[in-house]
Each structure stands twice: as C-alpha cells, then as structure tokens.
C-alpha cells in the first residue's frame, strides 16, 4: 500500500464547476499538507500548504485537512480553463533530520470553456 | 528572480554513456533534492542534500550519484545509465517547507 493515495484521474470538467480533488494518506506522522499544480512540460509549484487539520482558503481554493480520516480535499470555485494541470498532494515528516516530502501520483484536470 | 535551472532539458542517450544533468539555484537554499516522475508513481526522491557536502539516498538511489562541493550546485550523475532511467527528472531546493522550488524538469531517454 502506498502511503499516499490519489486517483490520478483525468477530470475533465466545464468552465465555472467546483473541482474536488483528494488525497488519502497512512500515516499519521505526516505533519505538513500540500498541493501542488503542475503545468504541461514544467516543475510543480506550490499551491497551497496547510499544517493542521480544518480549513485554508486562498482566492478561488480551498485546501482542507482530515487528519482523523487521514483524507485531504482541495477545492476549486468557478473553475477556469487556465486551472487545466496536473495536481499533486504532498505530504512530509520529519524524519533524519528533515521534513521528508511524500508525493502523491497527480490528478490530470482539465477544465474545458 | 528566485529559480532553479536545470540543463539538458532534454536528453536522448544510450545504454552505459555516462551522463550528468547540471541544477542550479540562487536562492542560497541549504536543501536541495532530486526526483524522478513516472507516470501513475508520482515525484519519487533519488537523492537530497541537506547542506555542503551532505548528501543522502532518497527512496530510489540505485544507479545515480550526486554531489554537492558548492551550495548552489547539485549535479546528478548517471554512470552507467540503463533504459529504466528513461524518465522526467526535477531538481529542487527548498527553505522552509512552505518555500520549495522545483526546477523546469529535464526529460531523459535511454535507448
């Protein structure tokens, strides 16, 4: 079992729909939550990071952290063609000294106009 | 501009030539790490560097060096590169955990 899971989709949406995307982890340890977004063709870039559990809105996102269900959402309003990449959970502990990022596999989104 | 730079972007070679694929960053990071990201497995880590000539195995180490004689540098090197190497590699540096920045990726095959 991998200790991050995440559908890897594709999702493919209209313009304008809220996207839900999860994550289910195993390990309890994991302190830190993140996603990332991910562009054709470039580097992941941080999108949101969360430390406990409960809500984090940003603009149009919201990350949100169940650390009893070990379940994490990220949430899109009004969706935008330009939202259309790969989005990757993370996840990190502190182990040997440093945060150890885990990753989950992405889901491939696709908002289409 | 804070950034990571990563040079070859692409990269087609065969079987046991030799390779490295240079990372870079100006942001004065002590931590940087390499991934490579295959499809429905996600960014694993080959290797990190906590600092100057610190250097440890990620999850997926077999087959790769890196070094680490300067802090803004942290090459990967493949020796003897086989063909399941042929994959999209991402060098990162990191501040804080909120602060990590990948590079543009460079992708790699091995014929």
């Known amino acids: 079992q991998k200790e991050v899971e995440q559908d890897p989709g594709p999702l493919s949406v209209p313009e304008g729909a809220i996207v839900s995307l999860n994550c289910t982890y195993s390990?309890?340890?994991?302190?830190?939550f993140m996603w990332y977004r991910q562009y054709s063709r470039k580097g992941p870039e941080l999108l949101m990071y969360?430390?406990?559990?409960g809500n984090k809105e940003d603009g149009r996102f919201t990350a949100q952290v169940d650390k009893s269900s070990k379940y994490i959402s990220l949430f899109i309003r009004d969706s935008q063609p330009s939202d259309s990449a790969t989005y990757l959970c993370?996840?990190?502990?502190?182990?040997?000294?440093?945060?150890?990022?885990?990753f989950g596999a992405g889901t491939r989104l696709a908002v289409h106009p | 501009e804070a950034q990571v730079t990563q040079n070859p972007r692409y990269l087609i070679t065969v079987t046991g030539k030799k390779l490295t694929v240079t990372c870079s960053q100006n942001m004065n990071h002590e931590y940087m790490s390499w991934y490579r990201q295959d499809p429905g497995l996600g960014l694993r880590q080959i290797y990190y560097?906590?600092?100057?000539?610190?250097?440890d195995k990620g999850d997926v180490p077999e087959g790769y060096k890196v070094s680490r004689k300067e802090k803004r540098n942290f090459p990967l090197i493949l020796e003897s590169p086989s063909p399941n190497q042929t994959s999209l590699y991402f060098c990162?540096?990191?501040?804080?955990?909120?602060?990590?920045?990948f590079g543009p990726g460079t992708r790699l095959t091995v014929l």
């Open positions: 993370a996840m990190s502990m502190f182990s040997g000294g440093y945060n150890k990022l885990i």
């Open positions: 560097s906590m600092n100057v000539e610190v250097t």
């Open positions: 969360t430390y406990s559990s």
């Open positions: 990162a540096s990191r501040g804080t955990i909120s602060e990590q920045f």
């Open positions: 390990n309890s340890a994991f302190q830190y």
